[in-house]
């Protein structure tokens, strides 16, 4: 009997002993993580098909992102995050193996490797004066040995050696302020042509010579009238634009250094053309379009210099760019939107009227229009021409097109989340039959036994493989209903094109996506983009059967003050329920903790006039948000100049109709920071949804220290005003970082300090009690991390037994804003390696679990730490009863260790942000990291003490039981016997 | 000799002063809380005249003449000035409504700080206690507010604080003013009542109609310096080191000490037994012995059996 205790106990140890969470295993990579990688919206694209092996087509897009891919399938070959900054401006191949981009205004010109993606060759193109940024690559053009490639920035027309970057030879262009806008190199000659406008009413062009960047002959002529800006170019010596007023075309030929102006109204063109008209910038052969109208007119140039229109179509037509064929022809691409399809059609430059290609191919009307064509072309296996169409579409995905059918498809819209949201998934019903997990006991037993032979490392590799594949195919964890444990959630994420996405958190699939209407281009909303999405309805009492849905709030332009549109959409189904506007601004967007009976979330949304609109619009709302009118506070920042206001609703507005949802505000307090010393420069609050498991906090020596826990804290970060520029611009004397923690009710500043010498970028992240913020100390010449604990000192007396026993003590009384708080602030600081880019904190549902920081770094990737480690009881000699309570001695700086990264090998490139959502399971939180990749995984903070890894071997414990049953049969059987013979003796 | 003596006796006299300093610079940081001590008789109110609001209870300078001081503070590093207090009821203009009075250092850094500040309020008038029950009844908000910088006022903007009405009330009317200052700009102000003020407010209509007021004064704190342990950690090491050395004699060597120890009793009882074996009772302890363990023998088989 002892023996079988000792044996199950000692198996209870190796068991115990076998969950690894902390960090994972090589082969649980991919398991309950998933990592997918985008590129963005695609902005230029040059295929390279001839003499490759693997056709591809290299691209750039609006993330700053250098890729190419592969024409068959779409897969990234390779790809390049330039830094946020560094915008591509061109993109071209140069020698038929280099990828030329220019980047940065073009002051950064770049070679990368065609097959792998290498970067060859950087040159930094110094420059005076910011200017457009042109490249050119010629295709047969050799100065001394070296092939060339003309690049036009800030101000001054370079020719680089294509092979290593060398400047060859350097010629400014700005004498005049005159603005290049296109450089044009007719083949074999020894002439390139710069060609641009001086002040909006002169026309110039250089003639420079390609060997030695000698200026041959500049030419000017003004134009009284005022040109619109932009020249379209039709020929190597025709040049089309508008005059000021958008109603006279002037065709410029500049042959020779000769500059002649043809001057064409619009209105003669026919075709009853009114208002302005806009030049698109199109590179078309012997033609150029206008928008007029809210319709595009084709206009073609013959050779007397007589204008001609030859179509117009409608405004959501994409053109590309001309390409050239074999005997001299030129071809194009078009792209017309029909209803749920497109139709694309290729034509010759010098025949509008007959099509090349004319091609039908379904297309989903969420996809929007056709923003983008890209068109290339390969030889038939009937030796004629074939076409292939990319095509960018409103919602930035991107589609290859080939004999009428799209090859792939790329949701690359997905690599600029604006929002992050989480969302359950609908509860299993009975009579639905979900699919069935395990098929058979069979399956089931199979499955066992291949990771109980894992488990026991008896498993061929084989063997090995096909457990990864079960792990990884487990159909457990992408089932569309919501599990046990709380992984399985619908991650609901907005994009920069207003387009909203559900993706699965099991396998990082997409459920459904839906291009809101009300985030389309229209006549009313001329630039509409998504700002933020918040939880409208999340049922969970009383009326399960409705579905849980989410308010996307947008916005009709760019600045503050335009309507705004706001559509509530069904988590589940994908469909849009209702939606509103344009309506009054948007400046903000407040989730009130009051909900209806429906569950619907009240929320108050302020304008820029500083009215308050409440939604849901219902009278249940109104009431219940005129009973708690009273209790409603919030706050602005202004930081421009640097005050802070507090504010609560007063009265009905009174406006010309009445609306008894909308409400006057009124300022309660204001802080008011100096603008000679201080400037905001990083703001932080809690998360409304975060939950405190408790407020008390036992310390070693028996002592109860309270947290103040408000949900109305703000953490602030000011900097002095010099000091607001990147690292290194001041000096360490002359900054200054000051970090306040602020009542954002009743405007109190609870804690307000002072870092010397430090300066930004501050990140911060507010939980519970505690803040921890990242910024730079210039004394130090490193990076800090600092922690902020703020404790509730009138609570602090609770201690005595005897009082609490009599009710004496002051823990049941209400919380108020209204009080003076009695608090005291720890802080700590620690240096820390890495600069950050985002910080966030891991959440549980109950909050019991500790918690962990997750940084960003500057490398893509995700770091968690734990909390542990930002404590502002940390001493260098803790007392033993202090470790035992879990506090680390302190150090100088924060520790990296290598396997809490949370992105292990992997790079989020272009990390944005970081969304932490409770699972139900508490000692689990689940982590999605956005950037232009996504990253997604769940991480248990304390190691997963409430459940078994799903990896488990049930088949192991039920052998182990069975064992252990047999052998206490046995070693009774045996102790009888040997009892039965003492007895005999 | 002679001038390291005179360096040391220099160094001695700076050091002195640095320690001078430094309190004074510590004091100055610290809370300057300078508690009004309320005389009822001052305000002036018990009576229930109504006392004319512009007028101010204490004798004070007129305020233009003071700006004009401030001006020329490098001269004088201790300026008096003073500053008012305006409050508004719910959503009413604000009136004046107290005087804030302090003097300001300027110190050899060129930092200036205030220093020494008193307050004192104006009673209030008939009309203004009206208003007042106004705001208890209707549970609104009292307002205060007071310039941006105390110089220039109203600086850039006034720095305006509130409260709900029904807070404030105890015996009188108490209530409680935390100023965070940055040199000579007022950053915050947070006014409110000294105790708790829970929701629901009760109505309460205060006995007397006079304010209680604390003032509490509040410059910037240091940020904790990020420790740095190159050195110390060096010495811990060497300390972890050293402790070895520390362990007595007998804690190192115990392990040997007591079986020595043993050997050398045993020695001894055995030499003091041949010493003693010629003599008489001989016989009597080995028998003794003998039965003692023929007795665990027995002990022994007893318990092999019962097992």
């Known amino acids: ?985 | 000799m002679r001038t390291r003596y005179s360096s040391s006796l220099a160094f001695l006299f700076l050091s002195i002063l640095l320690v001078n300093l430094s309190l004074f610079v510590s004091n100055s940081f610290a809370f300057q809380s300078d508690e009004f001590l309320a005389d009822d008789e001052e305000f002036g109110i018990e009576g229930g005249r109504t006392p004319d609001p512009a007028v101010p209870t204490q004798p004070v300078s007129s305020p233009p003449s003071v700006r004009k001081r401030s001006s020329d503070l490098v001269s004088d590093p201790d300026s008096k000035f003073q500053f008012s207090l305006e409050h508004a009821f719910g959503d009413s203009d604000f009136s004046p409504a107290g005087t804030f009075s302090a003097r300001l250092r300027t110190w050899s850094h060129g930092g200036q700080t205030l220093t020494k500040l008193r307050f004192s309020r104006n009673g209030l008038s008939e009309t203004e206690k009206e208003n007042f029950k106004k705001l208890l009844e209707g549970d609104d908000f009292y307002r205060i507010r007071v310039p941006s910088n105390v110089l220039t006022p109203p600086g850039r903007e006034y720095i305006v604080s509130s409260v709900k009405a029904r807070c404030l009330p105890r015996d009188g009317l108490d209530e409680h003013f935390m100023i965070h200052m940055e040199g000579v700009n007022i950053l915050a102000v947070n006014y409110g009542s000294p105790g708790s003020c829970p929701y629901p407010r009760q109505l309460k209509i205060p006995a007397k109609w006079s304010f209680k007021s604390h003032t509490v004064l509040k410059n910037s704190e240091q940020a904790p310096r990020t420790p740095v342990f190159t050195e110390e950690v060096v010495g811990e090491n060497a300390e972890g080191e050293l402790p070895p050395p520390e362990r007595s004699f007998w804690a190192k060597y115990w392990m040997y000490l007591i079986p020595l120890g043993l050997i050398v009793m045993n020695a001894i009882t055995q030499a003091m037994n041949m010493a003693e074996e010629p003599g008489t009772g001989t016989g009597q302890p080995g028998a003794q012995t003998q039965q003692a363990v023929a007795g665990v023998q027995r002990g022994q088989t007893n318990a092999v059996r019962r097992r």
């Open chain 1, 1 to 985: 009997m002892n023996m079988a205790i000792r044996v199950f106990l000692l198996l209870l140890i190796i068991f115990s002993s076998m969950y690894p969470t902390l960090c994972i295993y090589e082969d649980q990579v991919g398991h309950m993580d998933w990592h997918q990688q985008y590129i963005g919206k695609v902005k230029h694209a040059v295929f390279h098909t001839q003499k490759a092996a693997r056709k591809r087509v290299v691209v750039s897009t609006e993330e700053n992102v250098v890729a190419s891919l592969d024409l068959r399938r779409g897969e990234i070959f390779w790809r390049h995050v330039l830094g946020p900054k560094d915008v591509i401006d061109a993109l071209d191949i140069a020698l038929g193996k280099y990828v030329i981009t220019l980047s940065s205004g073009g002051t950064i010109l770049r070679a990368w490797n065609l097959p792998d993606g290498q970067m060859m060759w950087e040159s930094t193109l110094s420059g005076s004066t910011p200017s457009m940024s042109l490249l050119s690559v010629p295709t047969n053009l050799k100065i001394g040995k070296d092939d060339v490639v003309f690049v036009y920035g800030s101000g001054c027309l370079y020719a680089v050696a294509s092979i290593d970057g060398e400047v060859i030879w350097k010629k400014e262009l700005t004498s005049e302020g005159v603005h290049i806008q296109q450089l044009i190199y007719p083949d074999g000659t020894d002439i390139i042509y710069a060609v641009g406008l001086a002040g909006l009413t002169q026309f110039d062009a250089y003639q420079i010579n390609v060997k030695t960047g000698e200026l041959l002959k500049h030419s000017s002529m003004v134009f009284p009238a005022g040109f619109s800006g932009d020249l379209s170019f039709i020929t190597s010596d025709i040049a089309v634009t508008l005059d000021s007023t958008g109603s006279i075309l002037v065709a410029v030929h500049f042959q020779d250094g000769e500059i002649s102006f043809h001057q064409t109204q619009v209105s003669e063109l026919g075709w009853d053309f009114s208002g302005p008209a806009v030049l698109l910038l199109t590179k078309l052969p012997g033609m150029f379009a206008l928008e007029i109208n809210k319709s595009i007119v084709f206009i073609k140039v013959t050779n007397e210099g007589k204008l001609e229109v030859v179509d117009k179509l409608g405004q959501s037509t994409a053109v590309s760019e001309s390409l050239n064929l074999s005997e001299g022809q030129q071809a194009f691409g078009l792209i017309q939107r029909g209803d749920g399809k497109i139709f694309l059609s290729v034509k010759l430059g010098s025949d509008w009227t007959s099509n090349l290609l004319q091609e039908t191919i379904q297309m989903d009307y969420q996809r929007g229009n056709a923003h983008k064509v890209f068109i290339n072309t390969y030889v038939r296996t009937d030796r004629s021409n074939g076409f292939r169409a990319l095509i960018v579409m409103e919602d930035h995905s991107l589609f290859l097109l080939q004999q009428g059918e799209i090859v792939w498809s790329r949701e690359d819209g997905l690599a600029s989340i604006t929002d992050v949201m989480a969302s359950e998934l609908p509860v299993e019903k009975d009579g639905v039959s979900v699919a069935k997990v395990e098929h058979n006991l069979f399956e089931w037993l199979k499955g066992h036994l291949l990771k109980l032979k894992g488990t026991l490392m008896i498993a061929t590799p084989d063997d090995v493989a096909a457990i990864q594949k079960l792990r990884l195919q487990s159909s457990e964890k992408s089932k569309m209903t919501r599990d046990h444990n709380g992984f399985r959630k619908l991650l609901i994420v907005l994009t920069r094109a207003g387009k909203l996405f559900a993706l699965h958190t099991g396998d990082g699939r997409i459920v459904w996506s839906l291009f809101l209407d009300s985030l389309r281009k229209s006549e009313t909303c001329q630039n509409p983009r998504g700002l933020s999405l918040h939880q409208w309805q999340d049922p969970h009492h009383h009326v399960l059967d409705e579905n849980p849905s989410v308010l996307v709030v947008g916005r009709c332009d760019h600045s503050t003050d335009s309507p705004g549109v706001l559509s509530v959409v069904d988590t589940y189904t994908g469909q849009e329920r209702n939606h509103l506007g344009p309506t009054h601004s948007i400046t903000r967007v407040i989730p009130l903790p009051f909900t209806d009976s429906a569950e619907q979330r009240l929320h108050l949304l302020l304008d820029v006039n500083r009215q308050a609109h409440l939604y849901p619009r219902t009278t249940e709302a109104l009431d219940i948000f005129q009973r708690e009118l009273g209790n409603i506070y919030w706050y602005s920042a202004d930081v421009d100049k640097g005050i802070l206001k507090g504010h609560a609703v007063q009265n009905n507005c009174i406006l010309k109709i009445a609306d008894s949802y909308c409400f006057n505000t009124r300022d309660l307090w204001s802080i008011i920071l100096p603008s000679e010393s201080e400037k905001i420069i990083a703001t932080a609050t809690r998360n409304l949804n975060e939950a405190v498991h408790t407020q008390a906090k036992v310390t070693s020596d028996q002592e109860v220290m309270y947290k103040y826990i408000s949900k109305n804290l703000l953490f602030l970060a000011t900097v002095a005003p010099k000091a607001v520029g990147p690292v290194g611009s001041v000096t360490p004397e002359e900054s200054w970082l000051v970090v306040y923690v602020i009542d954002t009710v009743t405007g109190r500043i609870l804690h307000r300090m002072t870092h010397h010498g430090s300066q930004g970028p501050v990140q911060a992240v507010f939980s519970e009690n505690w803040v921890v913020y990242h910024y730079f100390n210039l004394k130090a010449h490193r990076y800090e991390m600092s922690v902020i604990e703020i404790y509730d000192q009138s609570r602090s007396d609770n201690k005595d037994i005897l009082k609490l026993l009599l009710g004496k003590h002051n823990l049941t009384s209400p919380i108020t804003a209204y009080s003076r708080p009695e608090v005291i602030a720890k802080s700590q600081s620690y240096f820390f390696t890495h600069s950050v880019k985002t910080l966030a904190v891991t959440s549980t549902a109950k909050g019991i679990t500790s918690k962990q920081l997750l940084l960003g770094t500057i490398g893509d990737q995700v770091l968690a730490l734990d909390k542990r480690f930002l404590d502002p009881r940390r001493t260098v000699n803790p007392t033993q009863a202090e470790k035992e309570e879990g506090i680390i001695p302190l150090t100088d700086s924060l520790p990296i260790i290598p396997q809490s990264y949370v992105t292990h090998a992997l790079k989020v490139e272009g990390l944005r942000g970081i969304a932490t959502v409770p699972a139900k399971l508490e000692s689990t939180t689940l982590v999605f990291a956005y950037g232009v990749d996504l990253f997604f995984t769940r991480l248990a903070p304390s190691r997963t003490y409430d459940s078994l890894t799903e990896d488990f071997s049930y088949a192991l414990l039920l052998i182990t039981i069975a064992a252990l049953v047999i052998a206490i049969f046995v070693t009774w059987i045996w102790s009888e016997k040997k009892e039965l013979q003492e007895k005999w003796r």
